[in-house]
């Protein structure tokens, strides 16, 4: 006489509780894709330590795909502002007497605290967008920005020396008119206590 399981292998088309028992024996012998996603999608029921790997691994593949969701609806087009606004400001520099290198020292600060995923390195914000991802690009925009460091560091000395050289004029004259008040007060002084 043959067992029950061999009776059910050879009739597939079965129906009712000989199919529920059918399942039922394939789901814990751990056959069938479906089966096995539903023991692991139901809480409390004991997981082999494959059907953990495997949930982890999808859950690893969904925060990888959220993650390049993530990078393609917001990282991408912030850094694209951000790198347009960096261009605006080499651009403006002139016509606002220098104020605008406020901004690009703030976006170089950024660029270090956020990262260059939100704020692009000097020298990326002149690239094409296509040619911003290729290597010769990537290149490019380090040669770039060799120049623009160079540049910002003259700007930032050169504005440090004329802010320093217009306090020390503020001081000196201060002073000197401390020192001539002070001496006409003293000559005024002298003059009435000496007759």
Same mark, same amino acid.
């Given at each position: 006489m043959s067992s029950i399981d061999e009776a059910i292998l050879r009739n597939q088309t079965l129906s009712g509780p000989a199919q529920e028992a059918l399942a039922a024996r394939r789901l814990?012998?751990?056959?069938?894709?479906?089966?096995?996603?539903?023991?692991?999608?139901?809480?409390?029921?004991?997981?082999?330590?494959?059907m953990k790997m495997a949930a982890a691994k999808r859950a690893l593949d969904l925060k990888e795909k959220t993650r390049q969701m993530v990078e393609n609806k917001v990282v991408s087009p912030v850094n694209q502002a951000t790198g347009r606004m960096?261009? %605006?400001?080499? @651009?403006?520099?002139?016509? &606002? +007497?220098?104020?605008?290198?406020? %901004?690009?020292? @703030?976006?170089?600060?950024? &660029? +270090?605290v956020f990262g260059e995923r939100l704020f692009c390195k000097l020298g990326h914000e002149w690239l094409p967008l296509a040619e911003a991802k290729s290597i010769s690009g990537r290149a490019t925009g380090d040669t770039i920005g060799i120049a623009e460091k160079m540049g910002l560091i003259f700007l930032d000395l050169l504005i440090f020396f004329i802010i320093f050289g217009?306090?020390?004029i503020i001081v000196w004259l201060a002073n000197s008119i401390i020192f001539k008040t002070v001496d006409g007060i003293t000559g005024t002084w002298e003059w009435i206590t000496n007759p």
């Open positions: 814990r012998q751990g056959d069938g894709q479906e089966e096995e996603k539903a023991e692991e999608d139901q809480p409390g029921r004991y997981q082999s330590l494959r960096l261009r %605006w400001a080499w @651009l403006a520099i002139i016509p &606002s +007497f220098g104020s605008s290198i406020l %901004w690009i020292n @703030l976006h170089v600060f950024l &660029s +270090f217009i306090i020390a």
